[in-house]
C-alpha cells in the first residue's frame, strides 16, 4: 500500500533528545534516557532491542506512577515498534493508550501523532474504514491546533492519501498528496527524504491513473534527491526503485523492471529480512514481470511466497493478501493447476468482499494493485 514502512508514521523522539540533550549512552539510567536510547535503536534497525528499552520504561513509569506526558511518548513509541514486528493487537491498545493519554493532558500535536500512528495500524489490519477516521481526526486536530499550512499535516495527509490510492479514490487522493507535497515544499526544514516519499506517492497515484510520463518523472525526481541527501535512506529508496519497477512492468519494459525489482528486493533483504512484507512486495512485482514475460512457472513460488509472507505478517484474511492470492490464482490457471486456481480465487473474493472491497481483479494481473507499497 503506501510507503507503509514508510508512512511517516512518526515517533515522539523530539522529547528524549530535549530532555536528555541529546547525550550518547548504551543503557537506559531513567525513563528519559530509555526513550532516547530507544530512538538510537530503531534507526539502527535493532527493533527487539528497542521494544525491550521501552518496556523497561513503561515498568518504571508504572511503578513511579508517572502519567504525564513522558509515559504517553513511551506508550506511542512503544505502539510503533509493535506494529513494525507485526504485533499489531497490542501496537492498537499501546496506541490508543497514548492518544487517550495525550488528550487528557491537552496535548494535541501527541495525539494527532498518535492517531496518525493508529490509522497505519489499522491499515495494516485491514480495517480501512477505521484507518481513515482515525487520520481524519490527526487532521482535523492539526487544523485547529495549529492552523491549515501547518508542516505537521503532511505526514497524515500523505498517509490518507495513500490509503485512498489503495481504495482507488483518486480524487481523494490526488487532493491529499497534493496538498502533503505543497506543505513541505514550502517549508525549509523539510526533510529530503520526507519530500521524496511524497514524490514517490504522487508518482503512484499518477501512474494508476495512466500517466506514465508524469509519474516516470515523479519518480526519477525522488530517486535524485535520494541520491543527494546526505542521510541515507534505504527503505524509501528501496521503495522508490520498486515505484518504478511496476511502471517499467506496466509499460512493458520488462527487462528494466526485472533489474530495478531486483535491486529493491537486494535493499529490503539486506535491512528488513526476507520474512517482511516489504520483501514480499519485492516478490510480487518480480513475479508479475516473469508472468508478463512469459515465465510463468517463475513467477508462481514468487507469488506463493510473497503470500505466505503477507498472510504470516497481518493474517490470511488481509485484503492486500486476498489481492496477491488472486493474482495467484491467474498464474495457477495459466499453468492448468485449474482447481487449485479456482480455490484460491473464490477464497480471494470471499475476503475482498468481507471487506466491502470492490476493486476485485479480473482475468488479468494488474501489477499496480498487485505490487503494493510496504
Request: charge should be neutral; charged fraction near 25%.
Amino acid at each position: 500500500m503506501i510507503i507503509h514502512n514508510c508512512r511517516l508514521c512518526s515517533l515522539d523522539w523530539a522529547l528524549a533528545v530535549v530532555l536528555t540533550g541529546g547525550a550518547a549512552f548504551s543503557e537506559p539510567a531513567s525513563i528519559e534516557s530509555a526513550i532516547l536510547e530507544a530512538n538510537r535503536l530503531v534507526q539502527s534497525h535493532s527493533i527487539d532491542r528497542a521494544e525491550s528499552t521501552l518496556r523497561f520504561a513503561l515498568r518504571r513509569a508504572q511503578r513511579d506512577g508517572i502519567q504525564d506526558h513522558r509515559k504517553a511518548a513511551i506508550l506511542s513509541n512503544l505502539g510503533y515498534v509493535c506494529r513494525r514486528l507485526g504485533e499489531l493487537d497490542e501496537a492498537r491498545a499501546l496506541t490508543g493508550a497514548a492518544a487517550e493519554l495525550y488528550e487528557e493532558l491537552d496535548m494535541p500535536a501527541g495525539q494527532a501523532t498518535a492517531l496518525a500512528n493508529l490509522g497505519a495500524i489499522e491499515e495494516d489490519s485491514g480495517r480501512l474504514l477505521d484507518a481513515e477516521r482515525s487520520y481524519l481526526q490527526s487532521i482535523r486536530i492539526l487544523e485547529r491546533s495549529q492552523g491549515p499550512e501547518a508542516k505537521s499535516l503532511a505526514g497524515p495527509l500523505n498517509n490518507l492519501a495513500a490509503l485512498y490510492l489503495a481504495q482507488r479514490k483518486f480524487t481523494r487522493a490526488e487532493r491529499c498528496f497534493t496538498r502533503s507535497l505543497a506543505i513541505q515544499k514550502a517549508d525549509p526544514g523539510a526533510e529530503d527524504a520526507s519530500i521524496a516519499r511524497a514524490l514517490n506517492n504522487l508518482g503512484r497515484l499518477r501512474q494508476a491513473l495512466r500517466e506514465y510520463k508524469i509519474a516516470g518523472t515523479l519518480y526519477r525526481e525522488a530517486l535524485a534527491i535520494l541520491d543527494n541527501s546526505v542521510e541515507p535512506e534505504p527503505e524509501l529508496r528501496a521503495a522508490v526503485l520498486h515505484s518504478m519497477a511496476t511502471l517499467e512492468a506496466e509499460t512493458n519494459r520488462l527487462g528494466r523492471a526485472e533489474v530495478l525489482a531486483r535491486e529493491a528486493l537486494d535493499i529490503w533483504r539486506g535491512v528488513r529480512g526476507e520474512d517482511h512484507p516489504a520483501f514480499a512486495s519485492g516478490l510480487v512485482t518480480l513475479g508479475v514481470v516473469y508472468y508478463r514475460a512469459g515465465r510463468t512457472r517463475d513467477a508462481e513460488p514468487l507469488l506463493k511466497r510473497a503470500f505466505e509472507i503477507y498472510a504470516k505478517a497481518y493474517g490470511p484474511d488481509h485484503p492486500q493478501a486476498a489481492r496477491i492470492l488472486a493474482g495467484y490464482s491467474v498464474v495457477l490457471r495459466k499453468l492448468d493447476r485449474k482447481k487449485e486456481a479456482k480455490q484460491a480465487r473464490k477464497r480471494a473474493r470471499a475476503i475482498l468482499a468481507s471487506h466491502h472491497d470492490e476493486n476485485l481483479l479480473d482475468e488479468t494481473i494488474h501489477v499496480s494493485d498487485l505490487a503494493f507499497q510496504p
